[in-house]
């Protein structure tokens, strides 16, 4: 009898001891990005343009996923003054940046070069395959070679800021003129008719006129 009670007692406090214990909760899962859709592109003043995008005078792109989601990457023109990327550094995930502020900074053509926020937010993630191959963001700037995820808040307010819609086309048109009225006094054969740089065109003018581009088109 006495064996009896004691095993009973013993099922009651495991039974109480399980009862009382925080039960394990599931981890959760960190939400995994993957390369957005290939784009629309429409041909506009001889430039393929991606339809969607919003575009900063830095020459940062933001695509809007969600209400308030915005990944984000540099645009063909910052790729084609670049060329071949050497390498990227991108400021860390958890960051909360504003918008126009440093959000990577380029190596390339022997310049570093810091590229702004199109929007104000925090980063929650890097394109990781982007950073260790940095060709990719250079072969397919709007889709694989996006730079990172950043949660906007204001995102909406962000947009009202950026070069968007009809206005895109005339707007890289204009960028392509003010880059050809300043190579035109010491490089006027890296000028182009019409269209994007030369790649790497960066790299190829001498560091006072590589300061000066990089000052008037990265707004640095």
Known sequence: MSILFVLLMFLLIISISYFRRPQQQPAVKPEMWTAPPSPRMEREYGFQI?????????????????????????????????????????VGENRWIRQGQKLMTIHAGGASVDVLSPVEGVITAVNSDAIKDPAMITHDPYKDGWIAMVKSPDLAINEKNLVQGAMVAPWLQNNVTRLNGMLAPTSPALAQDGGLPLSGLLGRVPQELRLKLVKEFFLL
């Open 50 to 90: 991606p339809q969607g995008y919003g575009f900063h005078p830095g020459h940062a792109w933001a695509l809007k996923e969600g209400s308030d989601n915005a990944r984000v990457g540099i645009d063909s023109f910052a790729t084609h003054l670049f060329g071949q990327i050497d390498g990227i550094e991108v």
